[in-house]
């Protein structure tokens, strides 16, 4: 077991709760929000194919950035290139253990940093990396192995003027999100500076998310938690909401109230809510969303939840929603195994069937320099190693581009100050990608 796969004895497949029309598209350019053919490698023959997790629309639709500009994706071009692009050794050999989160502070300094699970985060020169430094070493308190460890960074929204980081981690019972200090201009992180804002007990010791990042445009922290573990999540953590496990949840961490460590947001959608309901819940229903990015131009909070024994899903995450699980597992019936109700709940954007991959690896939205894949969702396969870029538009269809074939146990993505995208697995090295 690795820190985000699934190994679980598989139960009776679940039946298919609905089927999605295909879409012919006929346009051969169109923008980051059109509706568009979604096509995907056959899990069956590895051909690609028309899939059938798509939905209608209309044939062509722009949609604007929050700066007002127009992501234009080249679906013919992107085509042409599927599988051509190759990963490069991002920083010269130098070699990480189990790399399971990546970030950059945005500080000006052009700083990366990088997390490993056991419990140490090293930083190093996204413009020269002639070699790494430790940042921050809590090995001391993390448990680690398999699913559990250091698992996710995040930087206050004024890091370069108050220092402070947070972090996501279990030690032996828990899940616990910490702020620590650090040195003049975050060179340093004082490990002995351990301000705990939020513990939540795990029955088990797998499905602990792990992703925490300020949204964009609130300032608060979202955090993903997982069902708590066991196969079909047992104690029916994903729809409990008196539950904080499977959810994605939302908290202030500049105040305090009602005796907590920080304060509910007030857009929260179960905020002062009379039936004991966790106020800190933002999304729920899901199973194990170990890595959730928000879009730069868009604010849309992509969630990739790792699936049970047959479908891994990409949601696009809304305040108040709920995602399914256990109730179902992406769009097939779960529990029960074939006739369940989906009545308010929100299927994925997308997903992908077991052989295809068995465990996946969220990403971003793309707005580095090569100009095909801006505005692709850039994700991965841990299990099978696919890279894969999503053209999605909202409320209508999808195409799905298989970038490469790489052979790695993908654990994380990340990008720096200018965008660029860096891919990190468990050989230890942390990889860009290019268009020979």
Request: proline share 5%; net charge negative.
């Amino acid at each position: 077991i690795t820190v985000i796969m699934i190994c679980f004895i598989l139960l009776p497949s679940c039946s298919p709760l609905q089927k999605k029309p295909q879409i012919k598209q006929d346009e051969k350019k169109v923008s980051e929000a059109n509706q568009v053919e979604n096509k995907s490698p056959d899990a069956e023959n590895g051909e690609e194919k028309g899939n059938e997790n798509i939905a209608g629309g209309a044939e062509k639709i722009g949609a604007s950035g929050q700066n007002g500009d127009i992501i234009s994706l080249d679906l013919e071009l992107i085509g042409k290139l599927e599988e051509k692009f190759i990963l490069k050794d991002a920083f010269n050999g130098i070699e990480f253990e189990k790399p399971v989160d990546l970030q950059n502070p945005n500080d000006g300094s052009k700083r990366l940093f990088i997390v490993e699970q056991k419990g140490k985060i090293f930083t190093i020169s996204a413009n020269n990396p002639s070699k790494k430094e430790l940042f921050l070493d809590i090995s001391d308190r993390v448990s680690s192995g398999g699913e559990k460890g250091l698992l996710g960074l995040a930087f206050d929204p004024e890091f370069k003027d108050n220092g402070l980081i947070y972090v996501n981690y279990t030690n032996v019972e828990s899940t616990v999100i910490s702020r620590f200090k650090t040195s003049l201009a975050g060179i340093l992180a004082d490990a002995e500076s351990e301000d705990i804002i939020l513990s939540i007990p795990q029955p088990f010791s797998n499905h602990n998310g792990g992703q925490i990042a300020f949204g964009p445009d609130d300032g608060y922290l979202y955090i993903s938690t997982g069902d708590g573990g066991g196969s079909g999540d047992p104690g029916g953590n994903g729809q409990d909401l008196k539950s904080l496990l499977g959810k994605i949840l939302r908290i202030d961490v500049k105040n305090k109230e009602g005796g907590l460590n920080y304060a509910i947001p007030s857009g929260n959608i179960f905020k002062a809510n009379k039936q004991d309901y966790r106020e800190e819940i933002y999304a729920y229903g899901l199973r194990n969303p170990w890595r959730f990015s928000f879009d730069l131009r868009t604010g849309s909070l992509w969630a990739a939840d790792v699936g049970q024994n047959k479908v891994e899903e990409i949601n696009i995450i809304e305040n108040g929603k709920n995602y399914g699980w256990n109730i179902m597992e992406g769009s097939y019936c779960f529990n029960p195994p074939s006739g369940c109700n989906p009545e308010g709940l929100e299927l994925p954007v997308y997903e992908y069937e077991h052989p295809l991959g068995k465990s996946i690896t969220g990403g971003y939205v793309y707005y580095g320099d090569i100009e095909a894949l801006r505005g692709l969702y850039i994700y991965a396969d841990f299990v099978t190693g696919y890279i894969w870029g999503l053209a999605y538009a909202e409320g209508g269809s999808i195409i799905n581009f298989t970038l490469l074939k790489s052979g790695l146990n993908i654990s994380t993505f990340g990008v720096d100050e200018e965008n660029e995208l860096y891919i990190a697995a468990f050989d230890g090295k942390i990889y860009k990608i290019f268009l020979p």
